[in-house]
């Protein structure tokens, strides 16, 4: 019946078409050829889905296709950066599906394909996702646009993107025969109108008018909603007038009905919040910011985690077969780590690092030296992330590397085409590299992506990460770091609050109890700790360094992976209140 919640067992049963979990995520970063991500959000959702195929879960997951992909950056010697399509063929990675949906957009017919791509985990279990595709014949060339470019266009192209990724995607997935659906998870708010095609199945035809709570409660328990971001410019709001243009009049008296409009706007968060039964922030500091976001919601959490063989470097793997090769199928045996040799953790680590400054070398010209102590630090390069704090005060960044010894530091990361403040942090980092020459060597590398991000957490000696508290809903590159023996040294925001154990797994920067970041105490404290702890520590005591980085696998590696978090999902969101096992709600 629609809007019935299928109980556990009809999820256990052995008849084909199992009760399914579907997952909506505007990117998921599938593989480097498919260049459907544009950065911590689409890794996270690929890593979700190969963690899910691995553990045998029946998921479904749905995206837009973006044939122009994000965007490949370019650099000049400046620092400043351009953008271009991304050229890439998806009839040459994907397969096209036959089905055909229609979803109606200003009133226009617009026909949406999907290509799929089959996500095969290691225990052989398959995940499909479906890529929806506007560029279809019939449909009027703006249409056909639609799914072109992610994160791309004005509000108005933005609105259409969650319409085709929402109402398109459900209607898909009932196209392709995926019922029944057990929940429905919304990866951020991008994919809330997800909730309308359910609100309206749940009416079975009856009226708007006719809309009770009992049928707001029907939905709720079918869905799951992940929100990602403490910062309120970061929620997706459409004013109403353009949703009405868009959606339509009932779809929108629909969404009022259920109470999902506030003074003229469509704040797509408050629509997930309000029509869903499970609602998690993706680290323990992230949950407790998002209920002070939204005070009158129950928000749990599940701290974010990392794909475990995705992003272990090859060297590291062939080490952790030979101590603990259940590691692979049971991220837990990570723990074990703390058996391995300090001499083997040195030896594989420095074979991932003259593999990456190899890699450095291609791709910019610059050769840096194996020896020298090497800073990492990716991220989406957008102000509040502060990728130039470590040049706060470059004399005394000199002044460290005469009293202690060498330093090098390796940057990556794009700025939103449209975020000005991003593109000139990268001017700025040019600069100082400019500025410091061959006193503290900086190379910028331009579109980092995923193969460049694997070697790089795995070839520098520490993860830099010091984001404006509390604005750091989790992230997720110093857990990659973590999975092959590199400490962090990160402000205590996101993640780094639960992994972090000072001395032990990495350094801290500040303290944990101021509420906010402070630019000129944290950029003290960065100086202060690499003078006086870490640079000592790693030209000094190499094996107490060694130590550090065995902790941070054995620690921070075993429970900060995306094999935990699915776990974490089937039992407290997909499959809740159940007496089986986790092991036991997945396909048999």
Known sequence: MPGQH?????????TPGPSTVAYFSMEICLEQAIPTYSGGLGVLAGDTLRSAADLRVPLVAVTLLHRNGYFQQSLDAEGNQSERPVSWRPEERLEEMPARVVVPIEGRDVTIRAWRYRVIGGSGHEVPVYLLDS????????????????????????????????????????????????????????????????????????????VEDADLEAVRRRTIFTTHTPVPAGHDKFPLDMVRAVIGDKRVELLEKAKCTDEGTLNMTHIALRLSRFVNGVAMKHRDVSRGMFPTYPINSITNGVHATTWTSPRFQALFDESMPEWRTDNLYLRYAVGIGLPEIRAAHMDCKKEFLEEVAKR??????????????????????????????????VRITEHVGPLQIVFGGKAHPHDGGGKELIHRIHEAARELGDRVKVVYIENYEMEIAAKMVAGVDLW??????????????????????????????????????EGVTGWSIGSAVDPEGDQSKDAFDLYMKLERIIMPLYYGLPYAYAEVMRHAIALNGSFFNTQRMVEQYVRNAYFPNSVVSVAEAVVA
């Open 464 to 501: 830099l990460n010091n984001p404006m508290k509390p604005l750091e809903a989790s992230g997720t590159s110093g857990m990659k770091a973590a999975m092959n023996g590199v400490p962090s040294l990160s402000v205590l925001d996101g993640w780094w609050i639960e992994g972090h154990v």
């Open 135 to 210: 560029s279809v014949d019939g449909n009027s060339d703006w249409d056909r646009t639609l799914t072109d470019s992610l994160y791309g266009g004005d509000l108005h192209y933005r609105l259409c993107q969650e319409v085709i990724l929402g109402i398109g995607g459900a209607a898909m997935l009932r196209e392709l025969g995926h019922e029944p659906i057990v929940a429905y998870h919304m990866n951020e708010g991008h994919a809330a109108l997800v909730t309308v095609p359910l609100l309206e199945w749940q009416l079975d035809g009856r009226p708007v008018f006719e």
């Open 364 to 397: 910019t010209g610059v050769t840096l030296d194996v020896n020298t102590f090497t800073i990492g630090f990716a991220r989406r390069a957008t102000p509040y992330k502060r990728a130039d704090l470590v040049f706060s005060d470059v004399e005394r960044l």
């Open 6 to 14: 299928p109980s556990h067992e009809d999820y256990m049963t052995d």
